[in-house]
């Protein structure tokens, strides 16, 4: 199985009916005022209707980010 076909079967379907497409984007948010860009994060995106989803995997690596970055200006 190709790789690319793997990928948009884990994102599914979108509820307008459209299929998620797979695409690598740059996320760039602020955390504590401070802003951090992830790179290469792999995002679903709705060539219908523009929504977009990410992994559960992707989801988590965000929130850990987060946490970190929390507990880095902490110390
Ligand atoms: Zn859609």
Redesign the pocket.
């Known amino acids: 199985m190709l790789p690319d076909v793997a990928a948009a079967l884990d994102y599914g379907r979108?509820?307008?009916?459209?299929v998620?497409q797979h695409r690598a984007v740059e996320v760039r948010m602020t955390v504590s005022g401070k802003i951090v860009v992830l790179t290469d994060v792999p995002q679903g995106s709705?060539?219908?209707?523009?929504?977009r989803v990410y992994k559960p995997e992707v989801l988590e690596r965000i929130e850990s980010l987060m946490k970190a970055t929390r507990f880095e200006r902490r110390l």
């Open positions: 979108c509820p307008c009916s459209g998620y709705c060539p219908t209707c523009g929504s």
